[in-house]
């Protein structure tokens, strides 16, 4: 009988010892895998993250005129000049930026340092929009997570023959800035996207501007896009919306 049963017992044990070494193994492990550190993100992107940058250095206000290529939209390829210039001299403290015959930009700076919109002309809407009180285009300084919300009073003027045609309301929304890098034909650039979205109410449309603009610390103004949508308010009547994205095309 003995004889019989010590085979067995013999398995069992080798049975036990194999289950225990088992559970010995499977322990380190997980104790190993549990004390492993988990990875960092790199400290250079936190350091750029965390960096505070004034709107005076992403948008030098100094006279300058640039050549810029569309990138989207209808006239795709096509270069036109970009040109920051001082206003006429009633209105001092106040700059012009002018794209081309496409817009035209009004432009000052409050006394915190933000650079705020004052006017903004449509040529080929074929009106102005003049808000009061201005709104701000880039704070005094952008920050990670920064997000601004302004209401503001517009009137909307006829560019040919200067006579009001409609008042209403302004919602304006500097929105977070990321940073970017920015490529064409002559160069690339390290620098800050900051998308801005604006939704004005008038009496007889609805009319919504999101514009982005791409800035270098020192050198300002590489990029530049905008989406103008008119949504009619009368049913039966389509809105339309027009995109235009332009790239420095030139060395800075």
């Not at 193994?25 to 965390?50: F, G, K, L, N």
């Not at 609805?206 to 791409?214: F, K, Y």
Request: aromatic share 8%.
């Amino acid at each position: 009988m003995c004889k019989v049963g010590s085979p067995i017992k013999g398995r069992d044990m080798l049975r036990t010892l194999v289950f225990v070494l088992t559970g010995l193994i499977c322990t380190v492990a997980c104790s190993e895998a549990v004390e492993t550190p988990v990875a960092q993100e790199p400290e250079a992107r936190h350091e750029v993250e965390a960096t505070a940058i004034q709107a005076e250095r992403l948008f030098p206000l100094e006279p300058w005129v640039r050549t810029f290529e569309m990138v989207d939209g209808e006239r795709l390829g096509e270069q036109l000049l970009l040109a920051l210039r001082q206003a006429e001299p009633e209105e001092p403290g106040e700059w012009v930026l002018e794209f081309g015959d496409l817009d035209t930009i009004y432009v000052q700076v409050d006394d915190e340092g933000s650079i705020e919109l004052v006017r903004f002309d449509l040529p080929a809407e074929g009106f102005a929009v003049i808000y009061d009180p201005p709104v701000r285009l880039l704070p005094a300084e952008i920050r990670p997570h920064l997000r601004i919300e302004e209401e503001s009073t517009v009137r909307v003027y006829d560019l040919e023959t200067g006579e009001l045609e409609h008042t209403g309301k302004a919602m304006h929304m500097v929105k977070f800035a990321s940073r970017s890098r920015f490529v064409s034909d002559v160069g690339e650039w390290e620098g800050y996207l900051i998308p801005i979205e604006q939704a004005i109410d008038l009496p007889r449309a609805h009319i919504r501007i999101d514009l982005a603009g791409g800035y270098v610390p020192n050198i300002g103004l590489v990029y530049r896009r905008m989406d103008y949508t008119r949504e009619p308010i009368f049913l039966g009547l389509f809105g339309k919306t027009e995109r235009r994205a332009a790239v420095l095309a030139e060395e800075p």
